[in-house]
């Protein structure tokens, strides 16, 4: 059992229909989901190619609907106290899951929403190559690209190296023992609320692109080649939870 501090390892989609979400993602990717157990309640666990990868819950009354991304930390109650005291919000205390590990959930200090965690069964190693449908990238689009880049080092260790993208402007790679675990800009929407947007491998992302006006979600930004990168879109899907698809380039894991 190993854990990999500073890496995103679970993605869960809140909202307030989950079955309306499940009749999205499934015939999308090709997921899969198993009821399971979690005290006296059922989490309903997504699987790709039978491997656990995220899952549904129900979204707080009057909160819209989001992916919650949980990020590993090797203590959930120290790292909760450090957000606090760099600015951060907590909007869930350090909470025990049964046997399966403890959380938290905070609002960085640009608002932006992430869950912590400590798995009891420690983290998914990282792929050679991401599976098509898996998870293959995470990125905060923030308010304040500065605040946030001081946050993100002080509390988890992260550092960074900037990228000049031209007109799109300066992108942050995060990173922690010498991988790059997430992406960090300053967002193209100055009115839009900081968040943090997962990426999930596909095939072709022209085609899964079609497919999702097909299924009934908007495309907010249309297939674009990123050279070295992949090409990508960014979706929003039938319950309003923002998510980008990405077909890696070759090499690119």
């Not at 203590?75 to 951060?88: E, K, N, Q, S, W």
């Amino acid at each position: 059992m190993s854990h990999l501090p500073g890496k995103f390892v679970w993605f869960e989609h809140a909202s307030n229909d989950i079955a309306k979400a499940r009749a999205f993602y499934e015939p999308l990717f090709g997921w899969h989901t198993e009821s399971m157990a979690m005290g006296k309640q059922r989490y309903q666990m997504i699987l790709n190619r039978q491997v656990g990868i995220g899952g549904y819950s129900t979204a707080p009354a009057g909160t819209p609907s989001r992916w919650m991304c949980y990020l590993s930390v090797p203590d959930v109650d120290a790292t909760h106290a450090a957000a606090l005291a760099a600015g951060a919000r907590s909007l869930m205390a350090p909470t025990d899951f049964g046997p399966i590990g403890r959380g938290a959930t905070i609002a960085d200090p640009t608002g932006a929403i992430l869950s912590l965690w400590k798995s009891a069964e420690g983290d998914r190693a990282d792929p050679v190559t991401t599976a098509t449908g898996d998870w293959y990238w995470n990125e905060l689009w923030t308010s304040d690209e500065h605040k946030a880049i001081s946050f993100y080092e002080r509390v988890f260790g992260y550092s960074h190296e900037s990228m000049d993208m031209g007109p799109e402007g300066t992108y942050h790679l995060l990173k922690r023992d010498g991988v790059s675990r997430a992406g960090l800009m300053r967002s193209t929407q100055p009115k839009a609320p900081s968040m943090w947007l997962p990426y999930v491998a596909v095939d072709d992302c022209d085609a899964m692109a079609s497919k999702v006006k097909v299924l009934g979600a908007q495309i907010v930004h249309n297939p674009q080649q990123v050279e070295g990168v992949g090409r990508f879109a960014v979706l929003v899907d039938p319950l309003g939870a923002a998510l980008a698809i990405m077909k890696p380039a070759p090499g690119a894991a």
